[in-house]
């Protein structure tokens, strides 16, 4: 049984429009321009490693044209991975140094 992973390319064309092209957006996320292609066609999905790189710069670029409709999140490029447990952790790191210091 081969688990099926949704392929977003409403999502992934929505992110380019932002960048402004297939080119630009593969500059910015250090993707090759046919894998964005690849992508936007829906032939494969976005890999979930690069979710959270896409929403950051849609996110930056949003921000500098004063456009909240350009952010791209990664609940839209990959909603079948659970975006909520991984905003929701604290890295272990941070944690540990709010612990009380013991004598």
Known sequence: M????????????RAIRTFG?????????DVEQQTISSMGK??????????PVIERKTREI????????LIVPCEELRP???????????H??????REPQRA
């Open 80 to 90: 079948d991975v659970e975006w909520w447990v991984l905003r929701n952790q604290e």
């Open 42 to 51: 829906g032939d494969r999905p976005v890999p979930a490693e690069l979710c």
């Open 62 to 69: 949003a921000q500098r044209k004063g456009d909240p409709s």
């Open 2 to 13: 081969s688990i099926r992973i949704p392929r977003t390319p409403q999502a992934v064309w």
């Open 21 to 29: 092209s297939q080119e630009a957006m593969g500059r910015e996320i």
């Open 92 to 97: 272990p790191k941070a944690a540990q140094s």
